[in-house]
Structure formats: structure tokens, C-alpha cells
């Protein structure tokens, strides 16, 4: 085992598997074919992956790796065209940043952007952009600094979600909007919350993920609010037909989270 290996080895991380596993093209020939289509990376594929617990099919893309929501999340940003076609520089500030986003948003020459997480460590993309280390319950930046924040599957994660919030508010351009989603149990008005729940174990039976902290209900966008911002419910996905849907890997139930901050 070499050095790079052992590295490797000491963070099992989701991020650092899916990065070794794009690196070694196993499964890009595995899953030859052109069934499916990843949006983000263009690539072309038998089926995506199956995964997630539980066990979803056509799921995670071969080459990049990504998600049903990031997929999403990609064509909907590039369905709105102003990050990547405007010609004023936007400050970006992203949260546990998903390889192919840190990617495409590093090479972007009108954004000014700030990929972060709380153990930047485990990014491991090799790109020029570093990602900074931020607490997002305290982040480090003045007042009014960024124009687009993206802050994907983090919040569930924070004891102290309503102080997230507040800070992702703080940090924000009046004018300025990000997209914060979650996952969502839309069977369940009222997020449940239980902090004397502390084992991965228990976590995961009551929350549905062993680094989960709370499952969020219809009320997700309501938590949001408090915070300030103004919250839009997107159903961009219902624009896709049900060929569509399968063909790029897409979550019919997904709801894109929009918030803006007027002032």
C-alpha cells in the first residue's frame, strides 16, 4: 500500500469511495451502454447504480458519481442559466462539495467560489480551488457576502439547525438566493426531532441515516422561514416525462428548495 492508499484508507468517506471508484473505471465498464444518461458528467450508461438504503434502482452514476438529486440539481441550475452564462462575477458559497459541482463551478471564470466543508480534508478532487474549512452553525465571512449559496443533504446533520439557518441568511446578499435540500418525509407534517438518540445505530432506525440528527417534515420550508428567507417550492421536476425521468435518474418526488433573501 502506498502513501496516497493509506490516506485513502483513513477516510471512509462516501466521497472519497465514489472518487477511487471514478478513478479506477471499473464500473464505467460494467455498466456500458446507453440505457441512461447522466446530465452533469454527459456520459451514457446501461443503468446507473443501484444504491442508497434502502436499495434504490438506477441510481448513482458510474463516472461522476452522482445522485438522483444532483442530477436534478444540475439541470436545474443550467435551466436558469444566470451562474453560467452571466457576466457579472457571482460569489458562490457551497457546502460538502459533490465532485462533479466542484468540477464545473471551479472552472467557471465568472464565479467566485468557495467550496466548504467542516473536514475539508476529505475532499480529495485535486482541483486548484481549495475547499475551505467553515462550521456552517458559525460560518467565517461578513455580512452580506455571497450572491448563491448551495447547501445540498447538510442541514440534517446540524444539531443546531435553526442557527445553520441563520447564518446561511447572514451571509447572504439582500438579492442574493440559494437552494438548501433535505431530505424530506413528505408522509409527516412536523419534523421529528430526538437528541437523546446519539448511537449511529438508533439514528439510523429513527432517522434514517447513522449521521443523521433529525428527520424533516412538511414543515422543512416553515424551519426555513424563521430564518428570513423567502421560500419558493420548485416542482422543476414534473417537467420531465416518465421516459425522462428514467433516462437521466431522476427522483419524481424531488422538490427543489429555493430561497431568497429580500430585504
Not at 446530465?39 to 445522485?67: D, H
Request: hydrophobic letters at 35%.
Amino acid at each position: 500500500m502506498n502513501v496516497k492508499q493509506a490516506i485513502f484508507k483513513s477516510l471512509p468517506n462516501p466521497v472519497v469511495s465514489r472518487y477511487l471508484d471514478y478513478k479506477s473505471g471499473k464500473e464505467i465498464k460494467k455498466y456500458k451502454g446507453v440505457g441512461v444518461e447522466c446530465p452533469a458528467c454527459g456520459s451514457t450508461f446501461r443503468i446507473f447504480i443501484p444504491a442508497g438504503n434502502p436499495l434504490r434502482e438506477n441510481v448513482k452514476c458510474p463516472k461522476c458519481g452522482s445522485f438522483e438529486r444532483g442530477r436534478l440539481m444540475w439541470l436545474y441550475l443550467k435551466d436558469l442559466n444566470n451562474l453560467f452564462e452571466s457576466h457579472a462575477t457571482i460569489k458562490l458559497l457551497h457546502f460538502a462539495p459533490e465532485r462533479i459541482f466542484y468540477e464545473k463551478f471551479s472552472k467557471l471564470q465568472n464565479l467566485e467560489y468557495t467550496p466548504c466543508d467542516l473536514c475539508p480534508e476529505k475532499y480529495v478532487f485535486g482541483g486548484k480551488v481549495k475547499v475551505t474549512k467553515v462550521d456552517i452553525t458559525k460560518i467565517p465571512f461578513d455580512n452580506r457576502t455571497f450572491d448563491f449559496i448551495f447547501c445540498s443533504h447538510v442541514l440534517e446533520h446540524i444539531p443546531d439547525d435553526a442557527l445553520a439557518m441563520s447564518e446561511l441568511y447572514r451571509v447572504m446578499k439582500p438579492g442574493g438566493w440559494g437552494v438548501f435540500q433535505a431530505p424530506i418525509d413528505f408522509s409527516v407534517k412536523k419534523t421529528y426531532e430526538d437528541f437523546s438518540i446519539t448511537t449511529p445505530e438508533g439514528r439510523a432506525i429513527a432517522f434514517g441515516q447513522r449521521d443523521h440528527v433529525r428527520r424533516y417534515g412538511l414543515d422543512y420550508k416553515n424551519r426555513l422561514e424563521k430564518a428570513g428567507f423567502k421560500v419558493t417550492l420548485d416542482d422543476f421536476v414534473t417537467k420531465f416525462s416518465a421516459e425522462e425521468l428514467f433516462r437521466y435518474g431522476l427522483d419524481k418526488k424531488e422538490m427543489i428548495y429555493r430561497c431568497d433573501k429580500i430585504e
